[in-house]
Each structure stands twice: as C-alpha cells, then as structure tokens.
C-alpha cells in the first residue's frame, strides 16, 4: 500500500478494523504477526501526522503572537 497518500483517517480506520478483526478472533495465528507489523506501521503513521499537525498549530500560534 502506498503511504504516502495515506490520510489519518485511513491510517486509523485500517488500525480499528485490524483490532476488531483480533478482538473477535478473526486472525488466524499465521497471519496474527503481519496484521500485528501492519498496525505498528498504522500507529507510526497516524502520530507522525499527529506531531506534524501540532507543530503546525504552535507555528501559527507563535506567528499571530508575534504579529500582535
């Protein structure tokens, strides 16, 4: 899958469904460690764009402070 146009939403709505299909059971022990790498990666996805989006909302913070 192509990360890059990974939105958060998209990147969280996979994470869920991958938690609810372990939850019920629905992972077979073969494929248990791959959806287990696959959420990790979803996990690392979603703070990065967590992070990014913080830091962009104290830029514009500090900039409307610095224009006052």
């Not at 939850?23 to 696959?38: C, N």
């Amino acid at each position: 899958m192509n990360e890059e146009g990974l939105t958060y939403e998209k990147a969280y709505e996979e994470l869920q469904q991958i938690i609810s299909d372990i939850e019920s059971g629905e992972i077979s022990v073969d494929l248990l460690s791959e959806k287990v790498k696959r959420a990790a990666a979803l996990i690392q996805i979603c703070k990065n764009k967590l992070t990014s989006t913080e830091n962009d909302v104290q830029q514009i913070l500090n900039d409307l402070k610095s224009d006052q």
